[in-house]
């Protein structure tokens, strides 16, 4: 049963501290979006890769926010310093584009990380 | 400015009859359309999706119908199920610069399905 999972599925922090999230994507799909939900916002995006390279994040905070995928099967969402307006469940997704073509919008999401800085 | 948007933030419906969930959108660019369903402490799951040459698709239970010339879609549930209870978000997607296609959430609506 192939599935994206993300730790910590809870990340209690103090403001200031650096803040990381790790989402391991389904095997064999070549994209990776990170988004985050919050009650007034909804589901954001903050970023999304494709075959590891980063093709838009412009929906983060660049001051304090990255993503990155060291390799085909891990993603990292890094936060420094937190904030307390930055709790919120933060979701991965993955997603098959097959090369050449634009293929399947169809995202498979991780059951997320809740992030609570105080 | 919300290109997505699901103007029911909740909606209530007796088990066995048909639950009917709204969702609009602005955006005339957005060609394909999606619907996902989410449990508590659990990611969105995707249900069914409908392409923008379409006007309705169904599977099982489950039918989206789309009215583009009013920009608005909808996910028809019947016979709805007390394991239906759920928040519902809307989702759509269009040809962006990129190669990978972004989606855009609506809200949700919070679905309860009554025993």
């Known amino acids: 049963d192939a599935r994206v999972t993300q730790t910590p599925r809870h990340k209690v922090t103090e403001m200031g501290q650096e803040v990381t999230m790790r989402c391991q994507p389904i095997l064999g799909h070549n994209t990776v979006f990170w988004y985050r939900q919050t009650m007034m916002q909804g589901l954001e995006l903050l970023a999304y890769f494709r075959n590891r390279a980063p093709l838009d994040d412009s929906g983060m905070p660049k001051d304090r926010f990255s993503a990155e995928m060291p390799d085909a099967t891990l993603a990292t969402l890094k936060i420094q310093p937190s904030e307390p307006r930055d709790s919120a469940v933060y979701f991965c997704?993955?997603?098959?584009?097959?090369?050449?073509?634009?293929?399947?919008?169809?995202?498979?999401f991780g059951p997320g990380t809740r992030l609570t800085v105080l | 400015d919300q290109q997505v948007k699901q103007n029911s933030p909740s909606l209530s419906v007796q088990e066995g009859r048909i639950s009917i969930l709204n969702c609009d959108y602005t955006?005339?660019?957005?060609?394909?359309f999606l619907w996902y369903k989410k449990y508590p402490a659990e990611g969105p799951t995707f249900l069914i999706s409908?392409?923008?040459?379409?006007d309705k698709n169904e599977d099982g239970r489950f039918t989206v119908f789309l009215n583009k010339s009013a920009k608005h879609l909808s996910l028809h549930i019947v016979p709805s199920q007390p394991g239906d209870s759920a928040v519902y978000f809307c989702?759509?997607?269009?040809?962006?610069?990129?190669?990978?296609?972004?989606?855009?959430f609506g809200s949700g609506t919070q679905l309860t399905v009554l025993p």
């Open positions: 989702a759509a997607s269009a040809l962006s610069s990129g190669s990978a296609r972004q989606l855009t």
């Open positions: 955006n005339s660019m957005f060609d394909y």
């Open positions: 997704a993955s997603g098959l584009v097959p090369d050449g073509g634009l293929g399947t919008d169809t995202q498979y």
């Open positions: 409908i392409s923008s040459i379409k």
